[in-house]
């Protein structure tokens, strides 16, 4: 396929698991998205490294869209439920931090890892600290 077919593909593709994403975390408990999370792929594919650029420009990219408008839990989700499909092992992570002010309210935050590499919502993981781990992948 040609590069400008395959961005098609996968933002097509990241359209619909945004979308779906966010109805999940809308209208299902915590508990079942986390389980769902959990379980590894079917299959392993331990080559596909060109697949797992695709799935994060796409989820990154039509996520940062202010019309879909996903937060950083859909986005993961939707991250973590392109490579599951395509038998990639990665880590779903959840992680809080306290903001700096007179409140110090908690913010929370969620991002994909593949190994020690953070694929998804990376760039604002490094200020949080990890509080739960999701996935097939070891740490």
């Known amino acids: ?45 331990r080559f596909a490294t060109d697949e797992i650029g695709w799935v994060s420009w796409a989820v990154e990219n039509l996520g940062a869209k202010p019309w879909m408008n996903a937060l950083c839990l859909p986005r993961a989700l939707a991250a973590h439920a392109m ?10 992570c ?3 931090a306290r903001e700096r002010g007179a409140a110090g ?15 998804v919502g990376g ?5 949080f600290t990890r509080l739960a781990t999701f996935g097939g992948a070891s740490p």
């Open 1 to 45: 396929m040609t590069p400008r077919t395959m961005r098609r593909v996968y933002l097509r593709e990241a359209a619909v698991m945004l979308v779906l994403a966010r109805l999940v975390v809308r209208f299902v408990s915590p508990a079942r998205i986390f389980a769902w999370a959990d379980r590894p792929p079917r299959r392993l594919r």
């Open 83 to 92: 490579l599951r499909r395509r038998g990639i092992a990665s880590r779903l």
């Open 94 to 96: 959840l992680g809080v």
């Open 105 to 119: 309210t908690l913010s929370a935050h969620a991002w994909v890892e593949i190994g020690d590499d953070k694929i």
């Open 123 to 127: 760039a604002e993981a490094e200020a």
